[in-house]
């Protein structure tokens, strides 16, 4: 199996790093345990967190480059939102961010939702756009009704 797979391996990306000539040494190791295993949004400061609580003494940056390096390598994607920016394992980038400008409320709206203004900029702008990079902001329905 390889990227775009919903259900990615840790042995199979420790497979992928060694290929293309990285080395995997125990932090690296430790770190994409870490974000694999994380159910929904992949923050890095999360995985840096978690990690330094079994191995004390890998900094952040080292967490930073090794989810970058995940990137490269079309295991994960990342979206930016209110507070920062989150990792998604390929396959499961599908769907765009609603972030509340009031309460900071995060929801989740299915990427084919968007097909048809996908269609309308690409005709009237000949730009391919990629709603899942930013989240989209607005005000969500509890904030409406108090307004
Ligand atoms: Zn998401
Ligand atoms: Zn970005
Ligand atoms: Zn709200």
Redesign the pocket.
Known sequence: MGPGKDNIELENVLRTLRERGHRVTPQRRAILREALSTR??ISPGGVAHAVAQRLPGVNASTVYRTLGLLEQLGFVSH?HGEEGY?Y?LAGR?D?V?LVCNACGRDL?LDIAETRSLAGAIERQNGFTPDFTHFAISGVCGKCRETF
């Open positions: 929904g949004h979206s989150a998604h980038a769907h961010h989740s």
